[in-house]
């Protein structure tokens, strides 16, 4: 690994931790906004909370996803870790995505629903985020030696192929 490549693991490093720590905050804050929407409430105190959500959403919690798995999948070829704990992470990042989405389409559902909308219970999605959001602690911080799965050896062992463009050869 060149000395370039080595100096910038630390700044993708720490964009990838305050990426995620706003991207799971927000996963978790959007349950509890959309709890907010009191079927009581006026139209436009329903309009101002969906109008939040869908901002927070777009604007602030998609970017910053978007952020934390560029900057992941950078450090992955950086550091070149090709590790069985490292895959099982990834499982569980994809579990964040498809919670991500799912999230979305609630939030589409919202807002297609003006004044007829019943609030979510928080506790469901909150637990649906904190079982991968655990499991992805615990395999990064405590990288398992998981060696003993079968996993195919394509996924374990560098293919030889160069990129398309100039990565340092390991």
């Not at 991207?23 to 329903?46: E, I, N, V, Y």
């Not at 060696?147 to 062992?157: A, F, K, R, V, Y």
């Amino acid at each position: 690994m060149n000395e370039l490549a080595k100096g910038l693991i630390p700044h993708f490093k720490g964009l990838h931790i305050a990426a995620l720590i706003f991207w799971c905050g927000g996963l978790a804050a959007l349950p509890l906004m959309l709890s907010l929407h009191d079927k009581a409430a006026s139209q436009a105190d329903f309009t101002r909370i969906r109008h939040i959500t869908h901002f927070s959403y777009v604007f602030a919690i998609t970017p910053a996803a978007l952020v934390a798995i560029g900057s992941g999948t950078a450090l992955i070829f950086l550091r070149e870790a090709y590790v069985p704990w490292l895959f099982a992470k990834l499982v569980f990042v994809a579990l964040l995505v498809a919670f991500h989405a799912w999230i979305g389409g609630i939030l589409t559902r919202v807002a297609e629903s003006a004044g007829q909308h019943v609030p979510p219970k928080p506790v469901l999605p909150l637990i649906l985020l904190l079982v991968p959001v655990l499991a992805i602690l615990v395999l990064v911080l405590g990288k398992p030696d998981l060696h003993g799965l079968p996993m195919p050896e394509w996924l374990t062992q560098t293919q030889d192929g160069q990129l398309p463009f100039a990565a340092p050869k390991p």
